[in-house]
């Protein structure tokens, strides 16, 4: 069902606090160095044993200049050499990690992120998508997801068409404003006009998914300015996705944002106009709102996923293959397997020296109790689809959902009264008004987030 959102500047206001995106749970803030590669090992078995199609991840680390904005996990070069032996470290992953993995099991996911993927050269790409190959059954008719994100100012229509031939079907782009003064002030310069032309490839070679990030909430950005981009996104790009982040300023603990003057930040009064607008115009555009930051069209597969009540969430935000158990590859990079989390090495060294052993680069990860996954599901079907089928998790999850939640029924009192929710014996049906603070509703049955320091999240809005 299509998605309406109203915004309510006073209900944000009160609401607006700090708290998890829920790209998992627990989130990885939980994460810890108990979890080992043995740990790991018993999770692939039990993963095996329940079968099902996989997804990868692929984290590509490098940039050629800083946006200072970011808060990815990054290296910051111009020494296209750095990206040699870190892509030998990566080829001998994924043959560690397919030799743990039933073959018959489809990749029917795969996505590049980074970084910046197209940091690598073009025989660079064709290596990798051609090893991945070699060791993991892909599908192979088109009907898997793989996508990969794209720097427009590290693409060209040779690139486009090499990544379409590789197998690429979906590309995400990223823009965050059109806007000059804005674009120095990130150090980010990027013209509308080298952005189109990697959409118009993008088309020309049968994509069959184009996603747009704005981010607001940067310097110099006004509600007039903002609108200005996303009407030359809306009309100029058309894409089949939009993802409108807002930018956490969060100096303390991403050293890169120092480099921007806070006081040419827009106030939270500003950020929530901006924020206001956006959603007008996109939804006047015909967009519908999936939740937290995305729209897509009514026919993108993110719409009709939710239509069908299969939409998931992931590291990668929003997805449609939630019977996927994701396998992180890379540097930092985070997977999902069976009932657990697990990530990566944190530096290129702790990286290289794992692989250069033949051992898996675990670093840390959970494994899920009883109380997370009953919580995940909740949590987890609030947020893709803004409701809850009390009696279906009921049943599935053999509980009794009021004297389970016990302690979550007054936050959902407060909720009803403020008019976020409806809820009664049988269902928790997330209103309009509270669709945009859906992370706080999430939070009401969040055994983890309530005990934790408000400075390892984000603000919600």
């Not at 991403?254 to 806070?262: D, H, P, T, W």
Request: proline share 3%; with cysteine; glycine share 4%.
């Amino acid at each position: 069902m299509e998605q309406t959102v109203t915004f309510d500047l006073d209900l944000i206001q009160r609401y607006n606090k700090a708290g998890p995106r829920y790209t998992s749970y627990p989130t990885a803030v939980e994460f810890n160095e108990n979890f080992t590669a043995e740990s790991y090992q018993q999770q692939v078995d039990l993963s095996n044993q329940r079968g099902g199609p996989l997804s990868l991840y692929f984290h590509l680390p490098f940039c050629d200049t800083v946006c200072f904005y970011c808060a990815c996990n990054k290296i910051i070069t111009k020494n296209r050499q750095h990206a040699v032996p870190y892509l030998n470290n990566l080829h001998k992953e994924i043959a560690l990690q397919a030799a743990l993995f039933n073959s018959k099991r489809i990749v029917e996911q795969l996505h590049w992120g980074g970084g910046t993927p197209t940091f690598i050269n073009h025989q660079q790409m064709r290596e990798l998508m051609a090893v991945t190959r070699q060791h993991f059954t892909l599908a192979d008719d088109d009907n898997g997801e793989f996508s990969i994100e794209i720097d427009p100012r590290e693409a060209d229509e040779k690139t486009i068409a090499l990544l379409r031939e590789i197998g690429f079907n979906r590309i995400s782009l990223g823009v965050q404003d059109f806007n000059p003064v804005v674009q120095k002030a990130v150090n980010r310069i990027q013209s509308e006009t080298e952005t189109l032309a990697v959409v118009d490839a993008a088309r020309a070679n049968n994509f069959r998914s184009i996603s747009l990030d704005l981010i607001y909430g940067l310097p110099h950005q006004t509600p007039r300015s903002f609108s200005q981009t996303l009407d030359k996104v809306i009309h100029g790009a058309n894409p089949d996705r939009l993802s409108i982040f807002n930018y956490a300023h969060m100096p303390e603990r991403f050293k890169v944002q120092r480099q921007m003057n806070k006081d040419e930040l827009p106030t939270p009064e500003v950020k929530l106009e901006i924020l206001h607008q956006s959603i007008d115009q996109l939804t006047s555009a015909g967009y519908v709102y999936i939740g937290m930051d995305h729209f897509a069209k009514p026919d993108d597969e993110l719409a009709v996923a939710q239509h069908n009540g299969k939409l998931y969430r992931n590291f990668q935000g929003y997805s449609t293959r939630s019977d996927c158990d994701l396998i992180g590859l890379g540097v930092t990079s985070i997977g999902r397997i069976a009932d657990s989390y697990s990530q990566n090495q944190r530096t290129l060294d702790d990286y290289a020296n794992s692989l250069k052993h033949n051992e898996l680069a675990i670093y840390q990860g959970i494994t899920l109790n009883a109380d997370d996954k009953i919580r995940r599901a909740v949590i987890t079907q609030l947020i893709c689809h803004f409701t809850l089928d009390i009696r279906t998790i009921e049943e599935e999850l053999n509980i009794n959902f009021a004297t389970y939640f016990a302690d979550a029924y007054p936050q959902l009192d407060q909720f009803s009264r403020d008019g976020l929710i409806r809820y009664d014996t049988n269902e928790i049906k997330v209103l309009a008004s509270g669709q945009l603070l859906i992370r706080n509703i999430c939070m009401a049955f969040d055994f983890y987030s309530q005990q934790k320091a408000k400075h390892l999240f984000s603000s919600v809005i």
